[in-house]
């Protein structure tokens, strides 16, 4: 016995990696499971492959690459501001985290792995046997590996702006510019009829007019799921805090530069002249001139959260 517990006490001293702390929470299993390249096929890619902390939980690239190099089909979305989502993916096809945080690990682009294999690997790891026991008091399975890498998400939520601390009349509030661009942000620019809400996202599908059907702008989007005409091109609004940080923008990653943005909604038709569907609130010019644009970006560039970009 004596022996036991010696050998018990080296492999603490010897490996503490293996070893969970005992007043370990949810959200941090989550966030090692987020962080680890376990989850993929080859041990190369983790969550945080593609959903970079210091970009806001997005990629640098238009499409990011997965097990192999594998390149995906859609540019990677910023994970900050989920918890009050209620459809996740530009086409919404999971509805809830817990279901949404399974997919990747099992896309054959992504990472790959089944989840009887990832479920497999994980309790046959010292350490997550041991730190599932000790959150869920039980060993890994699916619906707890979900739970896990859920509740971790969950924590991304940011609210500490120069926007926020306007809003609230605190110190270091934004710039005047960014006050005259929430302006043009709600009225001129009608960005807020589609981005509006706390986190700058009516959660519902809409149609921005990049879709034409050929090309780069082939993405169905919400009508792979519904197969209604009236859902073509239409792709989930995504909300806008930290948004100057996630470039490239949009499902496919078409625009890289927030400027570039600007210009579309200002004049769609001098980048896509046939799109189907264009929703009616973009399918005239918005007129803006210069110096609303550059107040726009910079009431854009106010929803950044700095404790999320370092
Ligand atoms: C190879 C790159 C890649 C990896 C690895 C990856 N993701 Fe993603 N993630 C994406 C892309 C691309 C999308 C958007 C796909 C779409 O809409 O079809 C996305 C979407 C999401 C969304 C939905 C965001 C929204 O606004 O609806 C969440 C949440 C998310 N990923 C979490 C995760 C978690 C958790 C992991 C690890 C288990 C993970 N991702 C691994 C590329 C990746
Ligand atoms: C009709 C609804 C609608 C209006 C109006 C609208 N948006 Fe959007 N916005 C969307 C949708 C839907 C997307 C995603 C489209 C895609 O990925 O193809 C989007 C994407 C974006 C993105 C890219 C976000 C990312 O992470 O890739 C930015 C930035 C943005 N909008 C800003 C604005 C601004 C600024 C305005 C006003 C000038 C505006 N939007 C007006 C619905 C709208």
Not at 238 to 256: C, D, E, I, Q, S
Request: proline share 5%; hydrophobic share 40%.
């Amino acid at each position: 016995m004596k022996y036991y517990l010696l050998a018990a006490f080296a492999a603490v001293l010897l490996f503490p990696a293996f070893v969970p702390p005992t007043d370990l929470t949810e959200e941090a299993l989550g966030e090692k499971l987020f962080f680890d390249p376990i989850l993929s096929e080859d041990r190369s890619i983790s969550c945080a492959s593609c959903h970079i902390p210091a970009f806001g939980f997005a990629d640098t690239s238009a499409v990011s690459k997965g097990v192999g190099g594998r390149l995906g089909r859609r540019n990677t979305q910023g994970i900050t501001n989920m918890t009050s989502r209620s459809h996740f993916f530009f086409d919404g096809r999971a509805g809830s985290l817990e279901q949404q945080v399974l997919m990747p690990i099992q896309d054959t682009v992504e990472m790959r792995l089944p989840l009887e294999e990832a479920v497999r690997r994980l309790r046959s790891d010292k350490y997550y046997a041991g730190a599932f026991k000790k959150v869920y008091g039980q060993k890994p399975d699916a619906g707890k590996l979900a739970a896990a890498l859920a509740a971790y998400v969950r924590t991304l939520e940011t609210g500490d702006s120069p926007f926020d601390r306007w809003a609230r009349g605190k110190a270091n509030p934004m710039s005047e510019a960014a006050v005259r661009g929430r302006r043009v942000f709600m009225d001129k620019g009608k960005c807020f009829d589609c981005h509006f809400s706390p986190d700058f996202t009516g959660d519902e599908f809409r149609n921005i007019g990049l879709f034409t059907g050929s090309g780069t702008l082939n993405d169905v989007g919400r009508f792979a799921l519904t197969r209604d005409s009236a859902d073509l091109g239409k792709f989930k609004t995504p909300g806008l805090r930290n948004v100057a940080v996630t470039a490239p923008y949009m499902h496919n990653g078409m625009f890289k530069t927030l400027e570039e943005v600007i210009d579309y909604y200002d004049q769609p038709d001098q980048f896509v002249k046939t799109s189907i569907n264009r929703d009616s609130l973009l399918r005239q010019p918005l007129g803006l001139s210069a110096a609303e644009k550059a107040d726009l970006k910079a009431f854009l560039e106010a929803l950044t959260d700095d404790r999320f970009v370092q």
